[in-house]
């Protein structure tokens, strides 16, 4: 498995969607749709206790003192929500999309600029892409983008059949964007040990928990807010790693 087959599969399954759907028109019912999300954020809720159990990982446990685990990811994850309210991620990247709708078709009188933007933003613009492609990159597996690339195919057959063809040019800005955050991961994966790397996942299970209950529509949960959770738990397991 090569880094960055995650995300080549995330663009294949846009353009297999993408076809797909201006194939069969509206006649993949929104019943049907609504379904598979629900049993995708069943699934996102075990990959995230998936991720979550790095917690107790020995290699992340041993070089912590007792209970520095839990202490890592709750200290990252209340820091990344002090900044990521304070920055107001989660606004600024909706204010964005608005603001690119707004100025390449107002009035959606375009199907194609309307179908490649609102697909762009949709797929790229959300936490799982971010997540996933560090994870990738880091080597620590593509479960989190295969899940989002289901999602993503899914989602581009119902915008394909109403927008025509610019949903499926949308997969190159993906293919783009998510490249990028996996070399960020890679050079991660190169400079932190792997009880940083641990912490990284753990956080990151938690966060997928707060996008899985967005999926089953429990609760709408800020993830963005909490990416710099991401960039504070190697951080903060370092400083704890000192008192061990």
């Not at 995230?48 to 159990?53: L, N, R």
């Not at 608005?98 to 959606?108: C, E, I, P, S, T």
């Not at 179908?115 to 989190?144: C, E, H, N, Y």
């Not at 040019?169 to 955050?181: E, H, K, N, T």
Request: with cysteine.
């Amino acid at each position: 498995m090569f880094i960055g087959l995650g995300t080549v599969i995330n663009v294949l399954c846009i353009i297999a969607g993408s076809s797909l759907g201006l194939l069969a028109g509206a006649k993949f019912k929104e019943k049907t749709r609504d379904l598979i999300t629900t049993v995708l954020g069943f699934v996102t809720l075990l990959v995230a206790a998936d991720s979550i159990k790095a917690l107790w990982d020995s290699r992340l446990v041993s070089e912590l003192p007792t209970g520095g685990a839990l202490l890592t990811v709750l200290a990252a994850l209340l820091l990344g929500a002090l900044v990521g309210s304070r920055l107001r991620i989660e606004d600024r990247l909706e204010s964005f999309g608005v603001r690119l709708k707004n100025r390449f078709d107002a009035n959606g009188s375009a199907p194609f600029v309307d179908g490649f933007v609102s697909a762009s933003l949709l797929f790229v613009i959300g936490p799982m892409a971010i997540l996933g492609s560090i994870s990738d990159g880091m080597r620590s597996g593509i479960t989190q983008l295969v899940l989002k690339s289901i999602l993503d195919g899914i989602t581009s057959i119902a915008f394909a059949a109403t927008l025509g063809w610019g949903v499926a040019v949308s997969a190159l800005p993906v293919g783009i964007y998510q490249f990028a955050w996996t070399g960020i991961g890679f050079a991660l994966g190169a400079i932190l040990t792997s009880y940083q790397v641990l912490a990284i996942t753990a956080t990151g299970g938690i966060l997928l928990l707060g996008i899985a209950l967005r999926l089953l529509k429990i609760k709408i949960v800020p993830v963005a807010d909490l990416l710099p959770a991401l960039f504070f738990a190697p951080l903060i397991a370092a400083l704890v790693h000192l008192f061990h």
